[in-house]
């Protein structure tokens, strides 16, 4: 096995490591396609190790590791028997792996010849109908809550970051779901106090502590929630979701005010407006805005020169 491990690594050296090197000494040029070559590997293998992260494979994959180790210990060790042994092992474990593994392979393989490729290599749809999608979700949980009248405090994060806010809870990561978001403000569950966080297309964490609004001209009969609703939103440009326990009413803090009882069709619009609309409006002016800047230099430029040979 360590023979052969040899035999590849040295072929490998010649074929691969030398040959770009000959390439380069006769076109430097060819630096570019070693960079591009070294990139794709990076890649797929950082791919291949997230893919399996979230599979039973990754334990295996740190087996296989270990008995890569072993084996190569073995050797340099002169432990004849055990080096035999396992290479055996790691020659018949191919086709162990194969068979054990087959409906992981088999998903991955479907995924590469369908329209989830791009999801396979972790690139995430266009990220403001993505954004605009999670937004959906939220109205849904918040509008089967108020059905309920279970109380919420949901606080999307914009523009600054709330790091702060959420590592005061409970850890979640997971992708955006109603269920889930109703699920976690269930009475007397271990998370249903705080408030949810949601930051970069996810729930980042639950039972998150908010600073509580101490306004004097904020109404008495406001509850816990709705204060700590307005407090988040004065000291960032985060939006929070409230549904009161109470009345089952949904309200919105957005720039350190509140607006009350507000039905699922403003809801829905008072969130698209400032979450998806005023973000990547802004992003695509600014990108305009940068294009004109570079043609108007160009042409400056340009006019400049002109002016030079014309002198």
């Known amino acids: 096995m360590i023979d052969s491990f040899n035999i590849s690594m040295q072929k490998f050296y010649d074929d691969i490591i030398l040959g770009y090197l000959n390439a380069f000494s006769r076109n430097p040029m060819s630096l570019l396609i070693l960079v591009v070559d070294i990139t794709i590997v990076i890649f797929l293998a950082a791919t291949i190790i997230k893919f399996a992260k979230k599979s039973r494979a990754w334990q295996l994959l740190k087996g296989i590791f270990f008995l890569i180790i072993a084996n190569v210990l073995s050797y ?35 995924q590469l010849g369908t ?19 999670d937004i959906y979700k939220i109205i849904i949980a918040a509008v089967e809550l108020s059905k309920t ?118 809801l829905k619009k008072v969130l698209i407006k400032h979450i998806v609309n005023k973000r990547f409006d802004e992003e695509r002016v600014s990108k305009i805005e940068r294009l004109k800047n570079l043609d108007l230099r160009h042409n400056q430029k340009s006019e400049n020169k002109e002016e030079t040979r014309k002198d």
Request: hydrophobic share 50%; glycine share 6%; net charge negative.
């Open 76 to 110: 340099v060790l002169q432990l004849r028997i055990l080096n035999f042994l396992l290479g055996i092992v790691m020659t018949w474990g191919v086709f162990a792996l194969i068979v054990i593994f087959q409906p992981e392979l088999r998903r991955a393989l479907e």
């Open 149 to 266: 009248r279970t109380g919420a405090l949901i606080v999307i994060e914009r523009d600054i970051q709330i790091k702060d806010i959420i590592a005061t809870g409970i850890s979640i990561g997971s992708e955006v779901s109603p269920q889930l978001l109703v699920n976690i403000f269930v009475p007397n569950t271990p998370l249903h106090d705080g408030a949810v966080v949601i930051s970069n297309n996810q729930i980042a964490a639950a039972a998150c502590m908010l600073p509580l609004a101490s306004d004097t001209d904020i109404a008495k009969e406001l509850g816990t929630r709705h204060r700590a609703a307005i407090g988040i939103s004065k000291e960032s440009d985060a939006i929070a979701v409230v549904v009161s326990e109470e009345t089952g009413k949904i309200s919105i803090a957005k720039d350190g005010t509140l607006i009350a009882d507000v039905k699922e069709d403003t």
């Open 115 to 133: 329209n989830k490729l791009t999801r396979f290599f972790g690139i995430d749809k266009d990220i403001a109908n993505k954004t605009k999608e």
